[in-house]
């Protein structure tokens, strides 16, 4: 489970960077055995947080619980916001520009 904690902090590393040389502006991250969070924003305007923990520790049922949401600025010059939980029930996205069913 801590391979998934890290992994996932590197993930967040690696959606920073972007091909135009964008700079990162903040870099923050607490990664501890059973939970994380970071913060990240880059001067090409995204930014990036999450945070997650280990639910039902020990248990045959344990599982990573995460909430979050990162931003961009579209090629249309909007910003566009993703808020999002991923957990048991899967990962679920909600932003004004996704639609709903």
């Given at each position: ?12 590393l ?34 990036f ?53």
């Open positions: 489970m801590k391979f998934v904690i890290v992994f996932v902090a590197l993930f967040a690696a959606l920073a960077a972007d091909p135009k040389d964008a700079e990162t502006l903040r870099y923050d991250a607490n990664v501890e055995p059973e939970r994380y969070d970071f913060n990240v924003a880059t001067s090409d305007g995204k930014n947080q999450e945070q997650g923990e280990i639910e039902n520790l020990g248990s045959e049922d344990e599982a990573i619980a995460v909430k979050g949401s990162y931003s961009y600025v579209g090629d249309d010059g909007q910003t566009y916001t993703v808020n999002y939980i991923a957990d048991k029930n899967g990962f679920q996205p909600q932003g004004a520009h996704i639609p709903v069913a």
